[in-house]
């Protein structure tokens, strides 16, 4: 049984990497380094300060982040972050 799907979208010179796993979901937007996940905390959240998020499943969570890139061009940390959390 496969356990992981990892998958990768480019997007105006962004690479948003996002995983679906047994133990739970991630979202890596490089070059960046932003991270959004939900391991080990039990609640989608935001890296560093794993602030909660409103979305609660990975698909809804990168249709939030794809929006945010195609709207800027670029990744805006602290209009995203504002767009995710609660």
């Not at 990744?75 to 972050?81: F, G």
């Amino acid at each position: 049984m496969k356990e992981k799907d990892q998958k990768i979208i480019k997007l105006h010179d962004r690479d948003i990497y996002y995983i679906n796993t047994l133990k739970g979901w991630s979202i890596v937007i490089m070059p960046d380094n932003i991270l959004i996940d939900n391991f080990n905390h039990g609640y989608a959240h935001i890296h560093p300060d794993r602030k909660e998020i409103i979305t609660k499943d990975l698909y809804s969570t990168l249709i939030v982040v794809l929006k945010h890139i195609e709207k800027y061009k670029s990744v805006k940390y602290n209009k995203l972050r504002k767009e995710l959390i609660k």
